[in-house]
């Protein structure tokens, strides 16, 4: 079953950094689009609940250096 949720991103400045997360992310199993606003420090994800969690994607986002901020 898929969802969709917003994540408060910490720590971007460019906007390298911003396709670096939606890179991460979209090697992760479950995941099926990442699309991150530098401006808004959010990332739009939907995902599949069955094969992840979001805290699978806070462990991706954090691995990567930048700060998971929460949900919404
Ligand atoms: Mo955005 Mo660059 O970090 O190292 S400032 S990718």
Redesign the pocket.
Known sequence: LNDKIQVKVGG??????AK?IESGLEQLEGIIDATVNLGAETAYIEYNKDLISTEDIKRVIEGLGYQFLGTG
């Open positions: 971007m400045t460019c906007a390298m950094c670096a």
